[in-house]
C-alpha cells in the first residue's frame, strides 16, 4: 500500500509543467521608414528608491537619480498620396496622417546619480541594480506620454513645417487637415 | 471492499497532501528567502525643453553589441605581482569587470531644417530640391535595451556610462558598415520625388 502512494506521489511530480518560455531574439536588421519628426520634448525625472521591504536584510539602502528623455514625434510620410493634396491655383489642401510618437530615447549620460545611501550590511547599488530602476522610469515616462500634449504638438509644428516648405513652391493660401481629427490649421 | 476504500481514502489523503504542498507551502518556501524587487516611486515628468525639428529618419538600423571594460584596482597589483611568484595563479583576479550587451537603434536620413530656400528652384510643373547631406539622427539606447552580462567590482554611473558610450559607437559603426547612409539618402530622395510628384509636378529632380 505505502508503495502505491509512494508511486502516485511520484506520477504526479513528474509531471510538473516545464517551463519552455525563451525568449526568441527580434529581427536585427536595417528597416526602411518615412517618418517625419517635427517635435523633440526633453524631459526630466528623478528616480527615487528604497530597498527596505525584503525582511532578511539588515539595514536599508537609498537611492536618488535624475534621468532626461527626448521623445520625437511627427507623421509617417509614407501615408501621403495623390488624394492627399487638392490644389486650385495657388491654393492648396493637404491631408496629412495623424502625428504619432517616433521614438523615446533615455540616453545613459543623461541618468545621473544624486544621492546613495548605503547601511553598513548592505552592497552598494550595483550596475544591474541602477539599470533596473531606469528601466522602470524609462516604463513610467513612456505611460506618461498621452498627458504631455506631444502629438497635438506635433501637429501644430507639422503645419508649420509642410506650409514653410508649401511657401517655398509658391503656394499662398495652404490649408492643413489631419486624418482622423477634425482639427483644421489654416496658415495663410 | 473495506480494503478498497481505504485504499482510495489514502489515494485522496495524498493528492491532497501534495496540492497542498506544491501550491501552498513550496511557492511559500521559495518566496521567502527571496530579495523583494525595489521598485521607484512615482514622480512627476518636468518638461524642460520643447523644440521645432524636422527630421525626415528614412532608415533604422536595429543592432545588437557587446561592449566591456576591465579597469584595474589598487589590490590588482598585489594580486598579479603574488600570482607572478607562484607556478599557477592562485588568487583570483582583483580587476573590475563589465561586460554589457545593448540592444538599440540608429535613425538615419536628413535634417530637413537645414534646406534653404535656395535650395528649392519651382518653374511651371518642374522642381529641383537640394536636399541636405543625410546623417545618423539618433542612437537610441534605452536602460531597457541594456543587460548586464559580468560585473565584478563597484561600478560608479560614470563608469558605466563610458561602456554604454562605447556600445553606442559599436552601434553607429556598424550600421555604417551596413550602408545605412547611401540606403537612406537614396530612400529619401525618393520619398521627396513622391511627395511632389503626389502633388502633381510633372519634372522633379532631387539630388
Keep these: 500500500m505505502q508503495k502505491l502512494i509512494v508511486i502516485i506521489f511520484l506520477l504526479f511530480f513528474s509531471c510538473g509543467k516545464k517551463n519552455n518560455a525563451e525568449e526568441k531574439p527580434g529581427i536585427l536588421t536595417l528597416r526602411e521608414m518615412s517618418d517625419l519628426a517635427t517635435v523633440e520634448y526633453t524631459v526630466t525625472k528623478v528616480i527615487k528608491a528604497s530597498d527596505n521591504k525584503t525582511w532578511f536584510k ?28 487638392t490644389i486650385t491655383d495657388k491654393n492648396i489642401e493637404v491631408l496629412l496622417p495623424a502625428p ?24 552598494k547599488f550595483k550596475s544591474q541594480d541602477r539599470d533596473a530602476l531606469a528601466r522602470q522610469a524609462e516604463q513610467q515616462i513612456r505611460n506618461s506620454i498621452d498627458s ?3 502629438l497635438n504638438q506635433a501637429k501644430v509644428n507639422t503645419s508649420m513645417f509642410v506650409t514653410n516648405f508649401l511657401k517655398r513652391l509658391g503656394y499662398q493660401n495652404i490649408s492643413i487637415t489631419y486624418n482622423g481629427s477634425l482639427r483644421q490649421n489654416n496658415m495663410q | 471492499m473495506r480494503k478498497a476504500a481505504s485504499i482510495v481514502t489514502k489515494i485522496i489523503f495524498a493528492f491532497v497532501c501534495y496540492w497542498f504542498l506544491t501550491r501552498v507551502v513550496i511557492p511559500y518556501m521559495k518566496t521567502i ?29 536595429f543592432n545588437e553589441v557587446v561592449a566591456d571594460t576591465t579597469i ?41 531644417s537645414l534646406l534653404t530656400d535656395s535650395g528649392v528652384t519651382v518653374k511651371n510643373d518642374s522642381v529641383w530640391v537640394d536636399l541636405p547631406a543625410v546623417q545618423i539622427l539618433d542612437a537610441i539606447l534605452n536602460p531597457s535595451d541594456f543587460e548586464t552580462f559580468v560585473e565584478k567590482g563597484e561600478w560608479s554611473n560614470n563608469e558605466v556610462i563610458l561602456v554604454k558610450a562605447k556600445a553606442r559607437r559599436k552601434m553607429i559603426a556598424h550600421a555604417i558598415q551596413q550602408n545605412i547612409l547611401p ?25
Design chain 2, 183 to 207: 540606403k537612406a539618402d537614396a530612400k529619401a530622395k525618393m520619398i521627396m520625388e513622391n511627395f511632389l510628384h503626389n502633388m502633381g509636378y510633372k519634372h522633379v529632380e532631387v539630388f
Design chain 2, 33 to 61: 528567502f527571496t530579495s523583494k524587487e525595489i521598485s521607484i516611486d512615482q514622480t512627476p515628468i518636468l518638461i524642460k525643453e520643447i523644440k521645432s525639428i524636422g527630421q525626415l529618419i528614412t532608415y533604422t538600423s
Design chain 1, 148 to 150: 504631455l500634449g506631444i
Design chain 2, 72 to 112: 584595474k584596482t589598487k589590490g590588482s597589483a598585489f594580486v598579479n605581482t603574488f600570482n607572478r611568484f607562484t607556478p599557477v595563479p592562485i588568487l583570483p583576479s582583483a580587476d573590475k569587470q563589465l561586460v554589457i550587451i545593448g540592444r538599440g537603434k540608429i535613425l538615419a536620413g536628413i535634417n530637413l
Design chain 1, 58 to 85: 539588515v539595514g536599508d539602502r537609498k537611492i536618488l537619480m535624475s534621468c532626461e528623455a527626448h521623445i520625437k514625434a511627427g507623421i509617417d510620410m509614407s501615408a501621403i498620396n495623390k488624394n492627399s493634396f
Design chain 1, 100 to 123: 504619432k510618437i517616433i521614438s523615446v530615447s533615455l540616453p545613459a549620460e543623461g541618468i545621473k546619480m544624486e544621492y546613495e545611501e548605503t547601511g553598513i550590511f548592505r552592497d
